[in-house]
Nanobody
Framework: QVQLVESGGGSVQAGASLRLSCTAS????????MGWFRQAPGKEREFVAA????????YYADSVKGRFTISRDNAKNTVYLQMNSLKPEDTAIYYC????????????????????WGQGTQVTVSS
């Protein structure tokens, strides 16, 4: 498995931007698909975005499409989530996830499709 550490969360006003980072160690990061998920209080963890090993294929939840951008820098073992035009409904704990059971591709957009998880970083958006 890969060890993941997120950073970059915080409290912002609606319309602001944040960039989350997730740094990986302990495995061959560049070989694996990575994703971001979020979980709001009282709700299930939901898919936000995912990216293949090369960045050639990217997937977004409809709720964030056009506002969030996922990217990765394999040389730095880091995946990013740029979040623009934040809304109060984006408030959640954001988790970075990696799929070390498969090489390269995104197999599933559900949490079950990822086997390595970070500890999460809180994002709070006020109106």
């Amino acid at each position: 498995q890969v060890q993941l550490v997120e950073s970059g969360g915080g409290s912002v006003q609606a319309g602001a931007s944040l960039r989350l980072s997730c740094t990986a160690s302990g495995a061959t990061f560049s070989r694996h698909a990575m994703g971001w998920f979020r979980q709001a209080p009282g709700k299930e963890r939901e898919f936000v975005a995912a990216i293949t090993w090369s960045g050639g294929n990217i997937y977004y939840a409809d709720s964030v499409k056009g506002r969030f951008t996922i990217s990765r820098d394999n040389a730095k073992n880091t995946v990013y989530l740029q979040m623009n035009s934040l809304k109060p409904e984006d408030t959640a704990i954001y988790y970075c996830a990696g799929d070390t059971r498969n090489v390269g591709v995104v197999v599933s957009l559900s949490p079950a499709g990822f086997d390595s998880w970070g500890q999460g970083t809180q994002v709070t958006v006020s109106s």
